[in-house]
């Protein structure tokens, strides 16, 4: 008789997020995506509409990269917590001998793959997101008012949004990690370091963009202010 | 008329007996008899294995786990230097298999139901045989152990003999090659005040105290040697003679007439029991699974063992080991000791050694949830050094494009 140790497969909390963030984003960004249409079939020159095309990539790279560059860099840390806390858990969806899948502990063969490829990744988006991010904020070539207005708004839009989303990222993890913090404090059985490293690795990357993205914003807005003293 | 009797081996242990054996030392007569209709159950041998290499301290805890009567049961077990013996609490074991449960899928199956076999007859007597000195005969718990040194291996196999132990032809070179070396043998038995459904249950199920075995030793080792002669021995048996056969040769068949054991009031001649319906089939082992939880300042590994947890032992593990009611420890709670678990299915024929438990490689945790990394600064320094470096040139950048505008 095999005697087959099998505790039930737990998922991930971002697993389980995952869904409800693709969901929100969809929202968000639906408007955005209507108004770089709407600047593109506007009227104007060649150029303008060129200028609007390449905005548009810029916004649509700088988000994309943004989002790979958040999860890789929140994979990562979550990892090494683990790691260093010396309670790796993590979930195998491979099906194992007999059929069954369950919670495995890999090997640290299996986890330096895993981290050396997060690490190319994550050093691969990084500039992208940068070039992408400061070449999208930049301000257009093209000095016709009304586009200079429209991108102003595409741009601060931008900013909300992405400062939206990292906000909604840290209403759920932070309170997770807080949770779990104060539990670890209290001692209650069960409570590991693993368990706080998943919200802890979420929270800490969304805190940074969070607060690039704010500086960002702050910093455009009080440019925009200065401008339109100085042009009033 | 001949009984039938169960026959199993217990791990290191050994001797076979055969309810023919009649009241008396002299009368006895030792032969090995399978039943052909019982079932043989696959051994099954547990230990706790400690060792210090700094005093070059053994501590061998095992685990007896017997299907026969409790009367029959007895161990051999060689040492290297005279052993102290006593016993330790059962629940050891169970605390252990607790605290070496695999934190993830294993492979193994669970050990196979063991039998065991072997085989006394009746209280030691006190004479020693003029090449055997009893170092030490005591009754620890429900066993009665005697120590003993021989110079021998004839004298040694009297002396077993007379006292109600039998071992086959086949193991005297074993035994001798022990002799040779200068090794102790303990010989262990349940205490005659102690038989009784009580103690025989416990033996069965692998409840009964553990025996614990202090011996000093240069290597970290395991005898099996004996068990292999032994496990051998209850493939093919050939019964040791007795002293007073009766044989009768009718042309060439020759005839070996055992004479009829004899009633008496202390052992009563037993009616074999009824065999079950339906019948079992008989199966003869050739192997013996064993599970050493091996304590050292290292990892451990065997050839061919399979290791299904290795792991540092924390401190809250070694308060659970408690090995009597004063609550005393197997182990001081600031050792810092790395526990494995080995196991495998051994044959006979692969036990000609005893085993040598060496360290393993590396300390890489198994079965604990844990991955093993030699030098964590040297990983988060690998992971975070190349992302550091690239984020503060897109800043450099940055900072010198900001200037130039």
New interface residues.
Partial sequence: ??????PPLRRLPYLADFDFVSVLLLVLFAPLAIFIVKLALSKGSFEEKLEVVKKSYLFAGSFISLIVFYLVLAD?INI?IN??S????TVLTSV??GG?S???????ET?AKG?SYR?SI??VF??LF?YHF?EALTPLKTQTQDLTTLFKILRNLYLWMIILLFSIILLGFGIGLINKALQYALGVKGITLSEIAAPLSFTVPAVLFHILHIITLKKKENHLDRTLLKAS | MIKFKKISLSFLAIFYFSSLVGPGPKKALATIVFDPYYPVYVNQEKAVILYDKSSGKETLIISPTFQGSAKEFGLLIPTPTKPTVDTVRSDVFTTLEQITSPKYYPYATRGLESFSGLSLSQAPSKESADYVTVVETNGVDVYETSILEATNEEALAKWLKENGYTVPNSADFVIKDYIKKGYFFVAAKIDTSALGPFVEGQLKNGHINPLRIVFESKNLFYPVKITGALLAESINPKPRLPSNPVVQEENTKVTVILPEPQPSPDRPVEIPTPYPYPYPTPFKPSYVTYTFYIIGDHKKELPGFSTMYAGALKKESLEKLITDENSNLLLSTSDKKFITKLTKSMNFSEMNNDLLIRDAKDNEPVGTGEIYVENPTRLVLIVATPIILEALVILVILLRKRKKL
């Fill in positions: 008789m095999i005697d087959v140790y099998s990562l090494v790691l260093l010396g309670n790796f858990s194992l001998s069954l369950g919670y495995g502990t890999p090997s640290f986890v981290l690490v994550a050093l990084m500039p940068a400061i």
